[in-house]
């Protein structure tokens, strides 16, 4: 993959994120180059864990995702980027809290699967990908495919008792870049 440039990150109540985005075609070059650009913009955000083209304004149907490293993930497959992807199965739900880059002051308890399967385009080879997964990495994949279907996990929360104020960032002084305070941060 190309390298891909930072796009600044739109927030709510931005109407792009509660807009459905449409499918893509995985063999357009503008597809791929949107993909590099989203995980550019994802490698310099602290914390996060995956984007969606939403989330850059742009209201297609992509999304990228990389939980390499995090303490909850279990299963990791590195970076996943996928056009028009599905849930094709879900089981073992779970309630957990998660946030989101588009949604920077919240977080919020929401009902996923804990075991999914995921199926959906490669960019640039517009291969047929199926991926299995489970634990935060299923987590992932099913908030950036809502971002895709114009949801915000403010969505799927069970009401108003299920949002909570976000703890600030807390940047060391020195060293490191800063790391989100409190639970997960989803994208
Ligand atoms: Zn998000």
């Given at each position: 993959m190309t390298d891909g440039q ?18 893509v075609d995985p063999l357009d070059p503008e597809v791929a180059r949107l993909a590099a650009d989203l995980v550019a ?12 083209a ?6 297609v149907?992509l999304?990228v ?16 980027v996928l056009a ?37 385009q490669v960019p640039a080879t517009g291969e ?60």
């Open positions: 930072v796009r600044p990150v739109v927030v709510a109540p931005a109407a792009v994120l509660s807009t459905v985005a449409e499918a913009t994802m490698r310099v955000s602290p914390g996060c864990v995956g984007l969606a939403p989330q850059v304004g742009v209201g149907q999304f995702l990389d939980v390499t490293g995090h303490r909850k993930a279990r299963t990791c497959h590195g970076l996943v028009n992807a599905r849930i094709v199965n879900g089981s073992q739900w779970k309630v957990e809290r998660e946030g989101c880059q588009s949604v920077p002051d919240l977080t919020g308890d929401v009902r996923r699967a804990g075991r999914i399967v995921v199926a959906g047929l990908r199926e991926v299995t997964t489970d634990a935060f990495e299923a987590r992932a994949f099913q908030h950036e495919i809502d971002h895709c279907a114009g949801l915000l996990f403010l969505d799927r929360a069970a009401g108003a008792h299920a949002i909570h104020p976000r703890k600030i960032y807390q940047a060391p002084r020195t060293g490191a870049p800063p790391t989100p305070a409190g639970p997960s941060a989803l994208p």
